[in-house]
């Protein structure tokens, strides 16, 4: 698991991620993005959970060459992340103790308006209409000394505040470290830029 922070109105999406990498066993091999921009379709794809669905699903979504957009991609998503899963799932059998879930922000042709879409192993990936709003994953207990109307500058608070809250489990910890990438889409196109490391 991760940090994945989005806000969402109908003219952008900004999405911060960790870019620590940690898998069930304790060891922590390196840093990945967890969110990549996909500009032909004009999206952005996050990822939480499992780093092999995701990094697949990037292929699979960037491979599609004919236009499509966010909605459209929605209609096959949860077919297609079933039937991944299940190969994945097969070839790695410790993957079956691992949960994923992807999200989709992009513009809709129909509307012109942001859409954003989540889809969650633990609901066979089932999609999800994402409210607009700031979504924080995973959520903080307490964030009253955060101001979340600055976000994503308030970021590497958030993410250093989720940290200290799972560094107090015992289990079913959320790992959350590297440094906090933005991916911010607008209709003027897309910005990539690290905010800050997370220590």
Request: aromatic letters at 10%; one cysteine or more; a negative charge.
């Amino acid at each position: 698991m991760s940090s994945l922070l989005f806000y969402t109105d109908a003219k952008e999406a900004i999405v911060a991620t960790d870019t620590l990498l940690h898998y069930p066993d304790g060891h922590a091999p390196g840093y990945s993005s967890k969110a990549l921009a996909i500009p032909h379709l004009k999206m952005i794809v996050a990822g939480t959970g499992s780093a092999a669905l995701f990094n697949r699903w990037i292929g699979l979504v960037n491979e599609q060459g004919f236009a499509l957009d966010v909605d459209a991609v929605n209609l096959h998503a949860p077919e297609s992340l079933q039937s991944l899963w299940r190969e994945l799932n097969a070839q790695f059998p410790a993957m079956h103790e691992q949960t994923a879930t992807i999200y989709h922000f992009g513009f809709s042709d129909k509307t012109g308006k942001i859409h954003g879409y989540g889809y969650r192993s633990g609901s066979n990936f089932k999609s999800e209409w994402l409210a607009y709003g700031l979504g924080i994953k995973p959520q903080l207990v307490d964030a009253a000394a955060i101001d979340l109307n600055s976000f994503p500058d308030c970021a590497v608070e958030i993410m250093r505040a989720q940290a200290l809250q799972e560094s107090q489990k015992s289990a079913n910890r959320v790992y959350i470290g590297g440094s906090v990438q933005i991916n911010h889409l607008t209709s003027n196109g897309y910005s990539i830029y690290a905010l800050g490391e997370l220590v």
